[in-house]
């Protein structure tokens, strides 16, 4: 996904907690929206000959983008703003539905256009009230924008139901079941949107507001003390609200839910069990080893955001090619916010504007050089979209495009100076060391917090399981409290997400490693890769990239070396 400035130090440096994160009431339906616009643009170049239709369809393979074809050209300067309207959309979606059940062809596909960008609006119009408050989180008029957008969310997706339903059901030749299955996932589970289940969606979109507001409303010294008791039942009622969404929509488990219905996730929770035993075997006692060698000097050193911007302007430089295409187009036209502030959003995200057709990267700074390989992270999302024209990549492979950008800055940047390019790159092998060990710790917590029996869901039993799955994983780092947890964003929002960085992880440290053995050669793929359009579960991306699988032990050991290496080189190496 593509989002918070870390309680914990060395959490905060490394994106490991909180990550990028799009918007979650959109991704739901950008994947059957995405196909349903590209057979929308297969039924218009047929549609003079409504006697003899074709049969639309989707390629089963990677669509890749055009090289040159990239998005619109709109400053994001010259974006107004309108509340977007869920009642509208209903209505206009109950139009569609009528004209789908017509015999008018051209009616019904014009409908069908409308819908999408009435749809195209509000996620636009949300995700820009939700980038301005993000600028200012004390700002109470954005507040109230993306509060109303939040609060109409589960109104349109019902709409979008009523929508498919239409389309699917509809007997006008040339329409009907197009390439996908209602809320299509790597499984191909339909999930309807019940009136039940709209309910339990609008109350966990509650609690999620609540807890920005807390996270909003505290401060890093006192944080824990003052807002654990608090944020850990409010997460309690999250927990018990998500297990009734589970069962509403037919599911045994919450994660198995959010896996099929938000993540895409086609490993299963064997295979991922297997693989966390593995990290902790193989890669935890890395960490061992990092905390001697550790001295924190980058996180002491400052760097102004000018630095920031200009380590990867080098990097993108030197890559050239589309790569500094969309370096230079997100410049021109204003598509990036990076600047550091105590009332901002403490975190970082890429998303894209699907009606507008351009993307947009979020940073705010810590301002010192870790800035250098979050503002990359983003950019590798943002380099993705540009590229596909809207990327329609899975969780984890959206991942992969993301930390492989970081590998690769590393590789190309010239600036600020060589000396500290050489002590990013090693402060990098111990973030990436902190990925796969703090993320298989988040994952291995969810998964005992969403397990314990009602008696036992407490604030103390919550903090309990955290510190003793932390010390399991060998985890203690700096600061580290047992009640950090709290200040992991995506606990609340996006629930056993964070499981796709490692994976993720895996294979853009391949990309790395490719560099390292041969130059060129890791950008040239990487680049390649960027353009598919198509979605794929991370098992398919990585097999059609001819990368090896993730979860194997020897990948892990691969890791492991790499990481040992690395942090116990001398900085001049």
């Known amino acids: 996904m593509k989002k918070c400035k870390l309680l914990a130090p060395i959490l905060a440096a490394s994106l490991l907690l909180s990550g990028c994160s799009a918007e979650s009431f959109s991704d739901w339906v950008d994947q059957a929206r995405s196909k ?70 051209s009616a019904a596909v014009e409908k069908c256009r409308e819908v999408l960008a009435a749809y195209d609006h509000f996620y636009d119009m949300s995700t820009y009230a939700y980038i301005q408050f993000c600028k200012d989180l004390s700002d109470s008029k954005w507040q109230e924008e993306y509060a109303w957008c939040t609060a109409n969310t589960t109104a349109v997706r019902q709409a979008m139901d009523r929508y498919y339903e239409a389309y699917d059901g509809s007997k006008i030749p040339g329409l009907g079941v197009a390439d996908y299955d209602g809320h299509f996932t790597a499984t191909g589970t339909s999930i309807s949107m019940t009136d039940e289940l709209a309910s339990l969606f609008d109350q966990e979109a509650a609690l999620v507001n609540r807890y920005y507001d807390l996270l909003a409303a505290g401060s890093e010294k006192d944080f824990y003390e003052n807002y654990n008791e608090e944020i850990a039942e409010l997460y309690i009622e999250l927990i018990q609200l998500r297990k009734q969404i589970a069962e509403e929509a037919g599911y045994e488990s919450y994660e198995l839910f959010a896996n099929h219905y938000y993540h895409d996730q086609d490993y299963t929770k064997e295979e991922l069990e297997t693989y966390i035993e593995g990290v902790k075997k193989f890669v935890s006692p890395v960490l061992s080893m990092w905390y001697h060698h550790a001295d924190g000097e980058v996180y002491k050193k400052d760097a102004a955001t000018q630095d920031c911007k200009d380590y990867l302007s080098s990097a993108v430089s030197n890559m050239g090619g589309a790569l500094q295409d969309a370096w230079d187009y997100m410049i021109k036209y204003n598509l990036y916010d990076v600047a550091a502030g105590d009332s901002r959003y403490a975190g970082s995200y890429e998303t894209y504007f699907m009606g507008l057709d351009i993307p947009f990267l979020f940073m705010s700074s810590e301002e010192n050089p870790m800035d250098f390989l979050t503002f990359a992270h983003e950019f590798g999302h943002f380099f993705n979209d540009f590229a596909a024209h809207g990327s329609n990549a899975t969780t984890n492979v959206a991942e992969f495009y993301s930390q492989a950008m970081e590998y690769l800055s590393l590789c190309y940047a010239d600036a600020p100076d060589a000396a500290l390019i050489r002590q990013l790159r090693q402060e990098k092998m111990a973030d990436s060391l902190q990925t796969y060990v703090t993320q298989a710790v988040i994952y291995r917590f969810e998964q005992l917090a969403y397990a314990l029996p009602e008696e036992k869901l407490t604030v103390e039993e919550l903090n309990l399981q955290y510190g003793n799955v932390a010390r399991e994983f060998n985890y203690q780092v700096f600061d ?54 198509k979605a794929q579960s991370l098992q398919s991306f990585v097999e059609q990239s001819g990368l090896e699988q993730p979860l194997s032990e020897e990948r892990l050991r691969s890791v492991a070396r790499l990481m040992r290496d690395a942090i116990t080189a001398s900085p001049e190496e």
């Not at 990677?62 to 309207?85: C, H, K, L, M, W």
């Not at 995506?490 to 993720?504: G, Q």
Request: proline share 5%.
């Open 36 to 105: 349903f616009f590209h057979t929308l643009g297969s039924l218009s170049q047929e549609a003079a000959d409504e006697t003899s239709p074709t049969e639309a369809t989707v390629a089963a393979e990677p669509v890749e983008n055009e090289e040159g074809d990239y998005p619109a050209e709109v400053d994001f300067q010259s974006i107004v703003y309108t509340r977007p309207d869920a009642e509208d959309f209903t209505a206009l979606v109950e139009a569609c539905a009528q004209a789908l059940d017509g015999k008018d062809r």
């Open 480 to 533: 580290w409290d047992t009640r950090e947890w709290i200040g992991i964003t995506h606990l609340f929002e996006y629930p056993f997400y964070t499981i796709s960085y490692v994976l993720s992880n895996d294979a853009a440290i391949q990309i790395y490693q490719m560099e390292l053995e041969e130059p060129g050669s890791g950008l040239a793929l990487y680049c390649d890769l960027a353009k598919r359009w």
